[in-house]
């Protein structure tokens, strides 16, 4: 696609499971063209914001993310007056871990902080949905910068954001869309425990069953898909028909960050 890696942005939040570390890998992937770039399963949206695309459509069940990227898109002046004032803290974060707020703009502030914090950018909620990642062993002197939060609310202007979950946000596709999907990736898939990364529910093995069944229908329409999967062939079978390309990278969460391991990835896609 023609992109430096000098050129590339990186996202605007930390998250376990991210892509920033082989979005380079993953731009010479993409099809040629496409009309509309989709991630239904949004996250911290590192491949997005590398792409830069002209039209996307950006969507996650968590409410508090979508709700951040839409305060960072519409209510940037106000954010950045906020978060600017702020330095990294323990009494603050574990305060702010336990407020639960309804303004809009205050829940962008605490998500913020708490993902900038946080240990490893991990999103967690324990079995009643309460954000429970303790912080991490070192703390920053410089949380955000300025230019680059304008620089990604830039970038977001030309998305639609919205909370949905994958299926519904397949259900919109249209001819000529280029679905990018990230799914996490269910620890002992063949036993059908899922590897909860932002909400209550799980996203398990017969989940990617069903997820499987839709791109393969959206595929007879005319819908260009890039699927990103741990190499566990078990799972891999569930794609069968996408051509396969493997990447390496480090592990992404491990207690310190010399133990981290390379481990493969798996890029699927029907183009």
């Not at 914001?49 to 968590?62: G, H, I, Q, S, T």
């Not at 993310?65 to 323990?90: E, G, T, V």
């Not at 069968?240 to 798996?266: Q, W």
Request: aromatic fraction near 10%; charged fraction near 25%; hydrophobic fraction near 40%.
């Amino acid at each position: 696609m023609g992109i430096k890696s000098a050129e590339i942005l990186r996202p605007p939040l930390r998250w376990a499971g991210g892509k920033s570390a082989i979005v380079k890998d993953l731009i010479p992937l993409m099809p040629i063209s496409y009309n509309r770039y989709v991630e239904p399963m949004a996250g911290s949206a590192a491949f997005f914001f590398a792409v830069k695309p002209e039209r996307a459509l950006l969507a996650d069940v968590n409410e508090d993310l979508i709700n951040y990227f839409l305060i960072l898109r519409n209510d940037l002046n106000r954010l950045l007056s906020s978060l600017l004032k702020m330095s990294a803290s323990m009494d603050t974060y574990y305060s702010l871990r336990e407020q639960q707020l309804s303004d809009s703009l205050e829940r962008a502030v605490r998500f913020a902080y708490l993902n900038r914090l946080c240990w490893n950018g991990l999103y967690r909620v324990n079995s009643v949905g309460k954000f429970n990642v303790p912080i991490g062993s070192r703390l920053p002197q410089a949380l955000w910068s300025e230019r680059h939060l304008r620089e990604c609310s830039r970038v977001l202007s030309k998305a639609k954001l919205s909370f949905s979950d994958v299926f519904k946000t397949l259900s919109q596709s249209r001819p000529n869309d280029f679905f990018f999907i990230d799914p996490p990736y269910p620890k002992g898939a063949n036993t059908g425990i899922g590897f909860n990364r932002y909400t209550v529910d799980k996203f398990n093995l017969d989940d990617h069953k069903n997820l499987a069944r839709e791109i393969k229908q959206l595929s007879k329409r005319s819908v260009k898909i890039m699927v990103i999967l741990s190499n566990e062939e078990s799972l891999i079978e569930l794609y069968r028909g996408f051509r396969r390309t493997t990447l390496s990278t480090k592990s992404l969460i491990s207690c310190s960050g010399s133990s981290r391991r390379p481990v493969s990835e798996i890029v699927l896609t029907n183009y």
